[in-house]
C-alpha cells in the first residue's frame, strides 16, 4: 500500500550545525506535505508545509525541499538549536475516497549535542 | 493560531472500565476532528474520522464498538475507550481542520491524552 516513511530513525548534530532530515513518499496522488516536530509527551506542531506544485519552500531557520521525480522531501534546519531536539515528522495529505487525508511517516528523532 | 485542547492530559484507569477523552477547538469551528493512536517510539496513526453531526469513519482494524467518537458539535469530540485492557495504554492525539480553501486545509492537533490502563 501507499506509505511514506523515513531514510534515518535517529540524527545527532553538534549545536549550530545545519540538521537534515530526509522522507521518501510512496502515493503520487498526494498534493501537500508538513512537516511536524514533536517534543516528548506532547502533540505534534507544525513547523512548515509544501504543496506539490513548489520544489523549495523557506520559513524561519526551516528549509523544506521537494523533489517529485524521486518521491523525496527533506527539511533542513539551519543552526541547530538545543530546543530543536525533538522528533520529526513527515506527513502527505491526499484524498482517500472523497475525504482529504494525512499519513505520517516513521520519524526521526533528531538529538542536539552541546 | 488555531488551538486544539484535550481532556484529560493523563488518565489511568483499571482494566474493564471505560474512559471519555474531550478535545475541543478553542478559536475555530472544526469541519472535521480526527483521532490518532501513538504507541511509544512509533509513528502517529489514524483511528477515526469524524464530521460534525454524523457517525464516524474508522480505519481498518481499530474496533468502532470499543473507541465510540462522538462528534456533537463543530468544537467538540469525544473519544471513549469501553472496557478499557492493558493493551489499550497508548498516547492519544486528536486533531481538528479547518477550511482554508480549496485544495489546501490546515489540521490542527491537541497535546495529547496519556492512558495508561492498570
Known amino acids: 500500500g501507499e506509505s511514506v516513511g523515513l531514510h534515518l530513525p535517529t540524527l545527532s548534530v553538534q549545536e549550530g550545525d545545519n540538521s537534515i532530515i530526509n522522507c521518501a513518499y510512496s502515493n503520487s496522488a498526494s498534493d501537500y506535505f508538513i512537516w511536524y516536530k514533536q517534543e516528548s509527551g506532547k502533540g505534534p506542531q507544525f513547523i512548515i508545509d509544501i504543496r506539490s506544485n513548489m520544489d523549495k519552500r523557506q520559513g524561519q531557520r526551516v528549509t523544506v525541499l521537494l523533489n517529485k521525480t524521486v518521491k523525496h522531501l527533506s527539511l533542513q534546519i539551519a543552526a541547530t538549536q538545543p530546543g530543536d531536539s525533538a522528533v520529526y515528522f513527515c506527513?502527505?495529505?491526499?484524498?482517500?475516497?472523497?475525504?482529504?487525508?494525512?499519513?505520517f511517516g516513521s520519524g526521526t528523532q533528531l538529538t542536539v549535542l552541546p | 493560531g488555531a488551538v486544539v485542547s484535550q481532556h484529560p492530559s493523563r488518565v489511568i484507569c483499571k482494566s474493564g472500565t471505560s474512559v471519555k477523552i474531550e478535545c475541543r477547538s478553542l478559536?475555530?469551528?472544526?469541519?472535521?476532528m480526527f483521532w490518532y493512536r501513538q504507541f511509544p517510539k512509533q509513528s502517529l496513526m489514524l483511528m477515526a474520522t469524524s464530521n460534525e453531526g454524523s457517525k464516524a469513519t474508522y480505519e481498518q482494524g481499530v474496533e468502532k464498538d470499543k473507541f465510540l467518537i462522538n462528534h456533537a458539535s463543530l468544537t467538540l469530540s469525544t473519544l471513549t475507550v469501553t472496557s478499557a485492557h492493558p493493551e489499550d495504554s497508548s498516547f492519544y492525539i486528536c486533531?481538528?481542520?479547518?477550511?482554508?480553501?480549496?485544495?489546501?486545509?490546515?489540521?490542527?492537533f491537541g497535546p495529547g491524552t496519556r492512558l495508561t490502563v492498570t
Open positions: 478559536d475555530f469551528q472544526a469541519t472535521t
Open positions: 486533531s481538528a481542520r479547518t477550511r482554508r480553501g480549496p485544495p489546501i486545509y490546515e489540521q490542527y
Open positions: 506527513a502527505e495529505s491526499s484524498f482517500s475516497g472523497s475525504a482529504r487525508q494525512l499519513t
